[in-house]
């Protein structure tokens, strides 16, 4: 069965600096990856996905995620963290049964 | 405007009874989900329904009853709550697959079970 590991359950950073939240996936057939992003009592909203095509996606906020397919791998960064970006970060996959999987989520915290 | 919109927003109740969760959404979508959050944020999928025919149903037991009315809506009975029931129920829609179409996920219902 299709899992998602995200191995960093929480990823403590301060403001500006550099971040990469890792994912990994177990499927070796195609696969459809996202990631979600949940705020302090609220809902999931998607960040950013990868279908097909260009194996590096961005999401509107400077978040980018790359997909690599021979390490299964679809890591989060950002090149320079603000304070609103504090939250709950899932990856989540799609193995063609119109299921989402999702990662047991990481927390990044970002300190001023 | 609330596209995808959850009530109650928290629900406390005893073991043995059974209760409701609502949801509804505004943006024209055909397919539902219900998902569930545990105490260690881990989101699993219960249910989907597509044009209000069930399509997914994750080994879930059969104390939680999906109901579909009609598009729109896609609310959650609950059984003979159990201690292990309590976590934070969320629901979302999406038009058609989830691969090509994003999904919109509700503010969440905190059930607590005592």
Known sequence: ?112 | DTAVSQTPKYLVTQMGNDKSIKCEQNLGHDTMYWYKQDSKKFLKIMFSYNNKELIINETVPNRFSPKSPDKAHLNLHINSLELGDSAVYFCASSQGGVAYNEQFFGPGTRLTVL
Do not use: M
């Open chain 1, 1 to 112: 069965a299709q899992s998602v590991t995200q191995l960093d359950s929480q990823v403590p950073v301060f403001e500006e600096a550099p971040v990469e939240l890792r994912c990994n996936y177990s499927s070796s057939v195609s696969v459809y990856l996202f990631w979600y992003v949940q705020y302090p009592n609220q809902g999931l909203q998607l960040l950013l996905k990868y279908l097909s095509g260009s194996t590096l996606v961005e999401s509107i906020n400077g978040f980018e995620a790359e997909f690599n397919k021979s390490q299964t791998s679809f890591h989060l960064r950002k090149p320079s963290v603000h304070i609103s970006d504090t939250a709950e970060y899932f990856c989540a996959v799609d193995d063609n049964t119109d299921k989402l999987i999702f990662g047991t989520g990481t927390r990044l915290q970002v300190f001023p």
